[in-house]
């Protein structure tokens, strides 16, 4: 059998490649870019633009992220001249499949805050609960690396992948499919917070009543920043579905070795959720909300009103709150 370390575009057939296809540098290129930029913007966000570090728990896991998936896509600019190389492959697969792991655990540590906005009374569940699924997230990361390293433990630049590829890659597909899990249960969760914040408003104008601030309506910055982890969070599960579906049939089904497939469900949709939540990044979106909720308190009188909120009884009303509605 011909070794394909010694394989060349004249030589060899590109299918024979651990990939399947060449990669392409201008694709790869794009997204390399994408994340890149992502990163910078993340950076500047936490450490420039925000006058504290409380977003730090946002930041360091999408930066995670970010970092991960331009050294994953810089690699396979570098394979896309030598697609038979069975080590740039397995680091390139590597770090793609590891690198939105840490999104949701972004998410996770960071939404309570939104709710507290919206109205913690609309939560199924106490607000503190949230992070508790990045355990899911971890147990499904483990399994990834357990599945990845037993994927790649017999390569050969020789041979490409072993046969320990077809024990591996649906441990990884597991792990994956636990990821996806977590992210649905945090979207039904999600929901129903926004559902019943939805219902409270057109009945009352308010999603709720601030104890501090009064009756607030909601700035339009902090709908976008909802409305990004909305897009983010279904653009995750669908590549999770993605990869769980190639992963269960193994990384040299051809599902896996479709480069169209792969730069469409997996690349566009992870840049997609990067870059969404980079631009409403909460250190702008989310805090915007919060701090034009405490300047209309302090900017305006309290006033006595007959109003009831939705908890039936009697609250105190702000009148003027246009800085706040802005």
């Known amino acids: ?46 450490f420039y633009l925000a006058d504290t570090r409380k977003w730090l728990a946002f930041t360091i896991p999408v930066s995670f992220t970010c970092v991960l998936e331009i050294v994953g896509y810089g690699v396979r600019i570098g394979s896309s001249s030598d697609p038979w190389n069975v080590n740039l492959y397995a680091t390139s697969t590597t770090f793609i499949i590891l690198a939105p792991a840490f999104m949701s655990a972004g998410l996770y540590l960071t939404i309570p805050e939104a709710i507290k906005v919206l109205g913690v009374e609309h939560s199924p569940i106490d607000v503190a609960r949230y992070p508790r699924l990045i ?10 690396l357990v599945g990845i390293v037993i994927s790649f433990s017999d390569l050969s630049v020789n041979t490409g992948l072993g046969p320990h590829v077809k024990t591996g890659s ?59 982890v909305l897009v983010s ?23 896996a070795k479709n480069q169209a497939l792969f730069a469409g469900l997996d690349g566009l949709l ?11 990044h909460p250190v702008r979106f989310l805090r ?35 800085p706040w509605s802005s």
Not at 185 to 202: G, K, Q, Y
Not at 270 to 280: D, F, P, S
Not at 304 to 318: D, I, W
């Open 1 to 46: 059998m011909r070794s394909i370390a010694s394989c060349s575009f004249e030589t060899c057939s590109v299918t024979e490649s651990p990939y399947g296809y060449p990669p392409s540098s201008i694709a790869d290129t794009i997204f390399l870019i994408i994340h890149t930029g992502a990163l910078i913007a993340s950076l500047i966000h936490t």
């Open 135 to 144: 355990w899911m997230d971890i147990v499904g990361f483990i399994l990834q």
């Open 170 to 228: 649906p441990i990884i597909a597991v792990g994956v499919a636990l990821q996806a899990i977590s992210l649905l249960i945090f979207l039904f969760l999600f929901s129903v917070v926004l559902f019943h914040a939805a219902m409270a408003h057109s009945q009352f104008g308010y999603t709720t009543f601030h104890p501090q601030h009064g009756f607030v309506p909601m700035a339009h910055r902090f709908k976008f920043f909802v409305a990004m």
């Open 233 to 255: 969070t279904m653009c995750l599960i669908g590549r999770d579905l993605y990869q769980v579906t190639i992963l269960a049939e193994g990384l040299d089904s051809w599902n």
């Open 270 to 280: 992870v840049a997609e959720a990067v870059v969404g939540l980079v631009i409403a």
């Open 288 to 322: 915007d909300g919060i701090e034009k909720r405490q300047r209309s308190g302090s900017a305006t009188p309290m006033i006595e009103g007959n109003r009831a909120s939705q908890f039936g009884v009697v609250r105190p009303v702000r009148r003027d709150l246009a």
